[in-house]
Each structure stands twice: as structure tokens, then as C-alpha cells.
């Protein structure tokens, strides 16, 4: 299993459904956060629909997540967590999606 600063991945679409049935979610204009707390249990999983364009556009914007991730990392809860890109993460300035990523992570209680 791949590891993203101390967290594995998720790879199963069940495991990914788990997280969006049981989860909370979190909007915002650039991404979608769904969060499922569990002790000791460190996992994270990014998504790009086809709505958002070709492979390249899809996989920019799974590139820009988990860099963004890697930052809030040491300061995230336990528990798996699911990034749902939306076009606006695409084409707005880092600056703008990075405020964007910090405010859902407050919003949904995530930070310790």
C-alpha cells in the first residue's frame, strides 16, 4: 500500500464507498472533502469525474489535492478521508485552492 505523508491509500471502490455512504461531507468551490473519523486508522483516497475533462485535466487536479494534502497532513485526525475534485481546481491559482483546502478542513473538524 502507498503511503501519503503517514497515510495509506485507499485503492477498493468499496472502500471508497464506505467513506461516502458513512462519511460527512464538506463543500467548497474547488473540492469536496467526505471524512469518516476512526481510531488509528489513516487513510486517503483522491478523485477527478470525467466531467472535469481528459486524463490530463483529471489527473492536474489529483496532482494539486495531494500536494495540498501532504501540507494538512501532520495536522489532520485519524480517520479516512476522500477528495472529490471540482472544475474550478482546475484552472483557479494555487493560492485560491489552498485557502479553499485549509477552510473545508476547519469546517469539517478535521484539524487538531
Same mark, same amino acid.
Not at 23 to 28: E, L, T, V
Not at 44 to 69: D, I, P, Y
Not at 85 to 98: E, G, R, S
Given at each position: 500500500?502507498?503511503?501519503?505523508?503517514?497515510?495509506?491509500?485507499?485503492? *477498493? /471502490?468499496?472502500?471508497? *464507498?464506505?467513506?461516502?455512504?458513512?462519511?460527512?461531507?464538506? /463543500?467548497?468551490?474547488?473540492?469536496?472533502?467526505?471524512?469518516?473519523?476512526?481510531?488509528?486508522?489513516?487513510?486517503?483516497?483522491?478523485?477527478?469525474?470525467?466531467?472535469?475533462?481528459?486524463?490530463?485535466?483529471?489527473?492536474?487536479?489529483?496532482?494539486?489535492?495531494?500536494?495540498?494534502?501532504?501540507?494538512?497532513?501532520?495536522?489532520?485526525?485519524?480517520?479516512?478521508?476522500?477528495?472529490?475534485?471540482?472544475?474550478?481546481?482546475?484552472?483557479?491559482?494555487?493560492?485560491?485552492?489552498?485557502?479553499?483546502?485549509?477552510?473545508?478542513?476547519?469546517?469539517?473538524?478535521?484539524?487538531?
Amino acid at each position: 500500500m502507498i503511503s501519503i505523508s503517514g497515510f495509506n491509500t485507499l485503492k *477498493q /471502490h468499496r472502500e471508497f *464507498q464506505f467513506v461516502y455512504n458513512k462519511g460527512k461531507n464538506q /463543500h467548497s468551490s474547488s473540492v469536496v472533502v467526505f471524512y469518516l473519523p476512526q481510531d488509528g486508522i489513516r487513510k486517503v483516497g483522491f478523485t477527478a469525474t470525467k466531467k472535469l475533462g481528459n486524463a490530463v485535466k483529471r489527473n492536474r487536479a489529483k496532482r494539486r489535492m495531494r500536494a495540498l494534502f501532504c501540507e494538512m497532513a501532520p495536522a489532520l485526525k485519524d480517520g479516512s478521508y476522500v477528495f472529490v475534485a471540482k472544475a474550478a481546481l482546475i484552472t483557479a491559482p494555487f493560492l485560491t485552492i489552498q485557502n479553499d483546502f485549509k477552510n473545508i478542513l476547519s469546517r469539517s473538524k478535521t484539524l487538531s
